[in-house]
Antibody, heavy 121, light 109 residues
């Protein structure tokens, strides 16, 4: 059974940093593109970043470029999101999601349960 | 980049059929696969349709997806509505970036 379990969310002050983790199990993690998607309170889904199987390609939404870094450790079956210079508008539930092998750039097939990041003073 | 436009809300009675539309603002709807995600209140999204019209295992065949090039839109149809289908539904596609629709709140009353 595919499982994606996020952790690392919490309350952080504006300008601060946070590192999210996603532990993957039930599939060969190193064979899949992975992604982070967020959802601000009461709002819709917003794609944040994608990373290729070996970490050689990374893509970001414009609003986080230069502030967020997606990475992975295939030996640990883990995905990460390093978030720096956080802003109030980054407040959201952050979901880890797996990308479908037939559509690795933009088709999500499995989602984690999410972790809440709150940016506030 | 393009946008995906969905109705804000739809409602229908149990046992009936409802269709949720998703219109692509520019570029062909057929150029890239469309996915549909269900999000029940307080829960994470789950995939109900992928690659335009494919259902993941475990998703009932009451859920179906289609695309219409003439209207440049995709549709999610749910037949035999159940109260458990009440949720937010999001369409999603991509080109150089990933794009989600704004979501449609389905009320089954």
């Amino acid at each position: 059974e595919v499982q994606l379990v996020e952790s690392g969310g919490g309350l952080v002050q504006p300008g601060g940093s946070l590192r999210l983790s996603c532990a993957a199990s039930g599939f060969t993690f190193s064979s899949y593109w992975m992604s982070w998607v967020r959802q601000a309170p009461g709002k819709g889904l917003e794609w944040v970043a994608n990373i290729k199987q070996d970490g050689s390609e990374k893509y970001y939404v414009d609003s986080v470029k230069g502030r967020f870094t997606i990475s992975r450790d295939n030996a640990k079956n883990s995905l990460y999101l390093q978030m720096n210079s956080l802003r109030a508008e980054d407040t959201a539930v952050y979901y880890c999601a797996r990308l479908s092998p037939r559509c690795p750039v933009g088709c999500f097939d499995y989602w984690g349960q999410g972790t809440l990041v709150t940016v506030s003073s | 980049n393009f946008m995906l436009t969905q109705p804000h809300s739809v409602s229908e009675s149990p046992g009936k059929t409802v269709t949720i539309s998703c219109t692509r603002s520019s570029g062909s709807i057929a150029s890239n696969y469309v996915q549909w995600y269900q999000q029940r209140p307080g829960s994470a999204p789950t995939t109900v349709i992928y690659e335009d019209n494919q259902r993941p295992s475990g998703v009932p065949d009451r859920f179906s997806g289609s695309i219409d090039s003439s209207s440049n839109s995709a549709s999610l149809t749910i037949s035999g509505l159940k109260t458990e289908d009440e949720a937010d539904y999001y369409c999603q596609s991509y080109d150089s970036t990933v794009v989600f629709g704004g979501g449609t709140k389905l009320t089954v009353l």
